[in-house]
């Protein structure tokens, strides 16, 4: 594909439901990160993969947040046991180097997630 | 924590009016990229300025960089109404960082 895809685009949830939200990042990227964007602010960072090591989950808010990317390539945000305050849109970026600093991230649409 | 700080919050201008907006950053940083991101849309990376760097430009878009007041600035000549979005600053934070930390963003409205 031509960019980062992010799946669903929108997700509605009770409390208490788990949520796995997709990223498809561009092929042969080999960073992944997670960000979560509250409304009307910037993007906070949750989790970096460099190809399927997870190298920093120093952002999630909880231990019902779990990220994996099992291959190298896509990737999975998890939510368990969904709280109102995890209501967000949760944004995927990839690029193609190691290295956030020195390089450009590509962001994907974002999952727009509302607890109920 | 978010690591910057936009200024202003929002600006409206017309259409062919420069825009201004301000970042302000917290600790030292290698380079600092300054996003756009549309409404209800993904960020869209505009420019990085190095550390080393202290002004750069790319089409009609020029920032500044100023390392020991921390702080940056991006310059849109000739606004378009294509230009409304919202603009962040985001820097790697410290030494051996893996992420970016963005601002709180500016809200630029473009008039026709």
């Known amino acids: 594909g031509a960019g980062v895809s992010q799946s669903p685009r929108y997700k509605v949830a009770k409390r208490g439901q788990d949520v796995a939200l997709r990223c498809d990042p561009i092929?042969?990227?080999?960073?992944l990160f997670w960000y979560q964007q509250a409304l009307g602010q910037g993007p906070e960072f949750l989790t970096y993969?460099?190809?399927?090591?997870?190298?920093?989950k120093s952002g999630l808010p909880s231990d019902r947040f779990f990220a994996e990317r099992p291959e190298g390539s896509v990737s999975t945000l998890k939510i368990q046991r969904t709280q109102q305050e995890d209501s967000a849109v949760y944004l995927c970026?990839?690029?193609?180097?190691?290295?956030?600093?020195?390089?450009?991230?590509?962001f994907g649409p974002g999952t727009r997630l509302t607890v109920l | 924590s978010q690591q910057g700080e936009e200024d202003p919050q929002a600006l409206s201008i017309q259409e062919g009016e420069n825009a201004t907006m301000n970042c302000s950053y917290k600790t030292s940083i290698n380079n600092l990229q300054w996003y756009r991101q549309n409404s209800g849309r993904g960020l869209v990376h505009l420019i990085l300025?190095?550390?080393?760097?202290r002004e750069k430009h790319s089409g009609r878009l020029r920032v500044t960089l100023d390392t020991s007041k921390k702080s940056s600035s991006l310059l849109i000549t000739a606004s378009r109404a294509a230009d409304t979005a919202s603009y962040f600053c985001a820097t790697d934070g410290q030494t051996g960082a893996n992420n970016l930390f963005f601002g709180t963003g500016t809200r630029l409205t473009v008039i026709p």
């Open positions: 092929s042969g990227h080999v960073s």
């Open positions: 993969f460099q190809n399927e090591a997870q190298l920093d």
């Open positions: 300025i190095r550390s080393n760097e």
């Open positions: 970026a990839s690029s193609l180097l190691a290295l956030a600093a020195y390089n450009e991230q590509f």
